[in-house]
Structure formats: C-alpha cells, structure tokens
C-alpha cells in the first residue's frame, strides 16, 4: 500500500522472523501469500486516493481510479477496487485447486535434462518479461547463479570462493540477498527521493455502489479474471500485464465508454485480473518451481529454505503446503472483502504516516533480520554491500527478480546440469532429445517473442 | 556522477561486469578440486558463469541501451554516506554495546536523515528499539546481541 514497499520488500524484512521462530512451511506460505495478493488491493488505495500505484501492476488503476477520486468518487473507486478484487481472487482459486494437479500429473516425468532446461526457460521468462534490456536482464540473472555458487559445492563437498571466511563456508543465504538487494536499495533510492505530495491525497468518500453500477462491473470482473489467470499461470507474465491486457480488452469490448475520464469499470477490470493473476503465478511456482515475479522468485526461495521442494511431486510430499495454502486464499480473500470496506479510511491515513518514522523501521527490520538470521554482524554487513551494489543496478537500469531467481535456482540448476552431463556422457544432445525439453525450448522461444507483442497493446492503450 | 553520454552509462555497466566476471573466472581457477577429476567439476561451472558473463558484458558494450545514468546530486550521497557509515558502525559496536545501545544511536541518524527533528528522532528511535527489543528478545525469545555487560 505504502508507494514503494511492495509485497517483496513486505516478505523480504518478515522472513527472518519467520525463519528464526521456526514456524511450519504451510504456515508461512499462507503468511507471505497473504502479503502478496493482500498487496494488490492495498496498492489500489494509493493510487486512486494518491494517484501513486505501490506496484506497476497497479499502475492501469490509477488511470480510472484517480479520475475518479477527483470527481468526488474515490469511494465508489475503492469499494468496486475491493469487490472485483475479492470475484478475481475468489473464482481463480477455484482455478488453481482444479490445473494444478493436471500440470503436475504431466510434469511427473521430468529427470535432470528436462529440469535443466525447465529451469532455463524460467530465466528466459522472467527475463523477457523484465522491464528493459533483455541483456541487462541475463546479466543479471548469471550475476545471481554468480552468488548462489559461493560456498561448499553440494555435489562435491568442495568449498568454493570462500577466500577462507567461515561465514561463506554455508554459502550467502537468500535472504540476506533480498534484504539487500530490495529492501536496503530501496532506502538509499528513497534517501533521494522528496516525500510524495500529500496535498494530491483525495478526500474518501461513500463507498456505496449503486446496483446498476455492480452488475454493470459484474462482466468485466469475470472477464478480467478469466484472462487473468491465464496470464498469471505464464512464468514471468504476473499482474502488471494481466492488468494491461484486462484494461485494454475491456476498453475495447465495451461501447460506449468512458474509459480514462473515470470509468468504474475501468478500475474493476485491472483489479480483477491481477488479483487473478497472482493466485495463477502459484501454479508455476507450486507445480514447476518456477517463479513468475520477483515477489514469488522470494517466496520459491523461501519453500526452499523450509526444505521443501515445489515441483510436480509437491502435492504428494507437501500437500499440506498446497491445499493448506488454496484454503488460506479463499478464507484470506473472504477476510480481505470485510475488513477493507470498513477499515478503508484507516488504511488511508496509514499513507500519511512521516517517513522519519516508517524508514528508520524499516532499517531496523532489515538489520535485526540480516542478524537474527545466523546471529552475526556479517550478515549486516552482506546487506550493505547487496544493497549498494542493488541500488547500482537499479540505477543503471538491470532487473533484479532475475538475480534473484539466480540466487535461488542457482544450487539446483548447477546440480541439475552436471547430473545430466554425467548421465550423458558428457554430450549436451540430452537436452534437446526427449518432447517435454523440445516443448519447454519452443516456450521459451515464444517467451522471448511476447514482450514485443504486449509492448504493441501498451502502446495502443496509451494512444 | 557526470553524464556519459547516450549509451555510455551501459558500456561504463558493462566494464564493470567485465571486470568482475574475468576476476570471478580466476578465482575458480583456485578451488580445491580435490580427489575429484570428472568431467564436470565445481570448478567448472564457475568458468561456465564467468564465460557467458564475459560474452554479455562485451555484448553490453557492443550494443548499449539508450540508458544514461541520471546526474547523481551530491546532496543525497550525503545523506546516503551516513547510512551507509552508520550500518558499519552498527555492526562493528554491537558485540560492545549490545542491540538496545547500538539501534537506538542507528535509529537517530536514520530518522535525522529522513527529515526528523532532534526530538522527533530520539522518541521514535527509543520507542521502536524498545519494543523490537520486547518483541523478539523477551516474547520471541531471540537474541538481538547483548552486549559486553550482559554477556
């Protein structure tokens, strides 16, 4: 909700904690879950009141939502926000409980070549989807397997680029890297940024809809969650393209429209299908293990870290973390709808918080985080160094969820490799011989060919 | 930062990552290999990363972005520099003076940085110190680091 505390960040300060108190794998899934697609209705709150989206996948919100607002009906604009939220959230999960087994049945047959190449066409896909270059993008990704590969080598036992320190012997923990990476990044940028304009903030007013408004909404809702979840299921695709597609497909369905001058539905659309999409980014993630944003590429990270491996066979290991996880989004969804339509003038003030109060928090929870995670000041240190080397990036421009993605597919992608070479002989034939590694090699061909389509939709939106 | 003109800020990027890929490649070069002698080795996989880095890195400076750095305002590098001072100096007195001492002289600067004033920065770095104190040490049972005197 807070412009530039999105969801990663919100995971990245709480995983310590979590980590350090050991609390069930099932439990923190549902944890960071919540944060996440809790998340893409809170940031709808800055940018129809604030004309700020927290996230760019709440960017298209702004454009409907704060017109809105400055006609007097920014409560109208949050309330349609919270209902199309709660039908895209709600009806996707019925989605996810009903592919998820189907893709894993197919991806049960998948052995060291074919996770190799799976785990390729995550990076490709995330670095596609990536705002900018593609090869600032790739650096970025290998700049992460750079890091994942220090410490003790799982296959061998042998230590690598640990110039002799102890601390580097277990290797950099992910969480270390994201804390660093996003959130203490995130500082120094804001050290340079002036606190946003609160003057722009609308005031709140009623939230009631008329009935004629919701059933008039009730199609595009259903609509944009359909095409949502498609869109959230794609590695790398999540809820800022799905939000673009939805709006500009509705834009065109819809005749006549006010689209862009403060159209309610223009706000259901966008918010309905990111709420969808990022319940469909699970199935990736759950089934493939493969991350579609930076938020779940943490949250994959930290499956790992609990010792749980997602991939085809999670729903027979770990069903607990699936179908615990399913129960939590519809009962979070349910509880996302009652609170916010109540609580949405405090959620509101909570954007004037001073940041002379909300930085230094945040400060304090990366650093006791980073130290609470093996109790050493190295560790805060390691965020120091992340965190300026991430402000660099983002400076000049280099994504970071394909670093991450690095980081912590970097250990299974190295073991997966050499497993197959060792099986082959040598010969890198075996990753193009079976149909499943020729499938995922065209998928990523056409992984690389959809950013240059959706830019074409973006810009028609614009025009 | 001065500008370095259109493209110059990638290739600048790039020779950096050029830079570190060719020393990361070396350093693999000193991995104890061991009794291991296969086709893939750990090793290996480190001159693979280092390879393909290399070959974007001379991508990167072959065929730069548009992208320019920003001009970076010495102003707010005074601002960031304390942060960056005081993290250091967190970590390095906290074995000393244990979490309470040290977070709350941190939470000062940080708070003075983002535009508190004196007092404003001294009640807000006590009141939240304290309560991440009462929050993980005493109903969390985790150890923020306890100092010289209490060890």
Known sequence: MLPGIGPVNAIAVLFPIVYTLEVPAATVMILFAGIYYGSQYGNSISSILLNVPGTSAAAVTTIDGYAMAKQGLGGKALAMSAIASFIGGTISIFFLALFAPKLAELAINFGPAEYTVLMVFAFIALSSFSQGSLLKAIISAFLGLAIAAIGIDSTTGVSRLTFGMMELYDGIDFIVVVIGFFAVSEILIMLGQKESDQSKMQPLTSLWITFKEMTGSLATSLRSCVSGFLIGVLPGAGGTIASFIAYATEKKLLRPNQFGSGDIRGVAAPESANNSASVGSFIPLLILGVPGSETTAVMLGGLISFGIKPGPLLLETSPDVFWGLAASMFIGNLFLIILNLPLVGLFAKILQTPRWILMPLITMLCVVGAYTINGSEFDVLLILIFGLIGYFLRRADFPLAPLILGVVLGDLIETNFRRAMIYSGGDVIIFFESNICLTLWILAAVSLLAPTLINSIQKKIHS | ?151
């Open chain 2, 1 to 151: 930062m001065k500008s370095w003109g259109e493209g110059g800020a990638d290739r600048l990027s790039a020779l950096i990552i050029l830079g570190f890929s060719l020393a990361y490649g070396y350093a693999g070069k000193f991995i104890q290999v061991g009794f291991y002698n296969g086709d893939i080795g750990p090793h290996h996989w480190i001159y693979m990363v280092a390879s393909v880095m290399v070959l974007l890195g001379f991508g990167l400076v072959l065929r730069p972005t548009q992208h320019e750095f920003e001009t970076e305002v010495w102003e707010d590098w005074r601002k960031r520099l304390p942060l960056v001072g005081v993290i250091i100096i967190y970590s390095v007195f906290l074995p000393y003076t244990g979490f309470l001492g040290a977070m709350i002289a941190m939470m000062i600067v940080v708070a003075k940085l983002f535009g508190a004033n004196w007092k404003q920065a001294i009640l807000c770095s006590v009141i939240l110190s304290l309560l991440c104190l009462l929050l993980f040490d005493h109903l969390l049972g985790i150890s923020l680091g306890r100092g010289l005197w209490l060890k």
